[in-house]
């Protein structure tokens, strides 16, 4: 029996990380709305460390996107400074990544 194998390249290329953020960041944007409106109404909330999840997993453009559009947050600084902190070590650590293994 042959052994299994995967194209990883394949599957770890620039237009499905495209897609993924893209999916993530509205994941990210529409959590910030529901839960917003979820405060409003009084009503189970989004718990805090799913929306920090979120933006850890890439969605940090589509989190901080809802906070100010919704002005959902923007009083707690663990937010206003956690979710730019998130999305620019990020940044900066793809951008170190890149340079270091594909430059």
């Given amino acids: 029996m042959e052994p299994i194998t995967y194209d990883l390249g394949a599957i770890f290329n620039l237009r499905n990380l495209i897609i993924y953020l893209l999916i993530i960041n509205i994941i990210g944007f529409f959590a910030m709305l529901i839960d ?7 009503a189970w909330r ?13 969605g940090g ?23 730019p902190t998130i999305l620019f ?9 890149y340079v270091k293994y594909f430059a």
């Fill in 89 to 97: 070590t990020e940044i900066f650590l793809a951008i170190y990544i």
């Fill in 61 to 83: 453009v589509g989190t901080i996107a809802g906070m100010y559009a919704f002005r959902h947050k923007t009083q707690k600084l663990r937010f206003t400074i956690g979710f």
């Fill in 46 to 58: 989004i718990p805090e460390n799913t929306l920090f999840t979120i933006t850890f997993l890439g």
């Fill in 36 to 42: 917003k409106k979820k405060a409003k109404r009084g």
